[in-house]
């Protein structure tokens, strides 16, 4: 990601690999997120997604912590990946959250903010008539916002042209 950050990064300790939190929901959400493997394969990862057939299968030898869903509008299962989300960042101590949602990514962005670690959210590319609601509740935190298509970013003033990811 050679975007620019709102906030400036902690330095790395010497000698320590960097540090990537990738969390997001099944289907296509893991699909845009598995097509940027070039880049997240060179790094120590975390993935943070619901236990799914899919998840499963594609993720096969990486590590994964499950998040509780439904996420969607689902009160109960917010709170758990609220705490899920303060444990896992504890826990990994990454150098930056990164997803494309959906709602397993709200506490995991703000739980990052708190926790004074960057984050990267990457607009889902099916959605150019405004912002999706995940979008919408972590953009205050949010350090770097990239979107697909021009209409996105021009209805997402300050983010960054990526280009299509599938």
Known sequence: ????????????????????????????H??????????????????????T?????TLVGEDVVEGHHPTTRH??????????AVRTIRRVRPDVVVSDGAGLAVPFFWA?????V??????????????T????LVRPVCDLLMVQWPDQQSALPGSVLAGPVL
């Open 133 to 136: 609601l995940t979008t919408r």
């Open 53 to 57: 057939d899919d998840v499963r299968s």
């Open 1 to 28: 990601m050679s975007a620019t950050f709102r906030r400036p990064a902690v330095p790395v300790e010497p000698g320590r690999p960097y540090r990537v939190l990738l969390v997001c929901s099944s289907g296509g």
């Open 75 to 84: 009160l109960p299962n917010l709170w758990r990946n609220a705490l899920l």
């Open 118 to 131: 960057r984050t990267a959210y990457l607009e889902v590319y099916d959605r150019v008539d405004g912002p």
């Open 112 to 116: 990052a903010r708190a926790a004074g």
């Open 30 to 51: 893991l699909a845009q997120l598995e097509q940027l493997r070039p880049w997240w394969s060179q790094l120590e990862r975390t993935w943070v997604c619901p236990p």
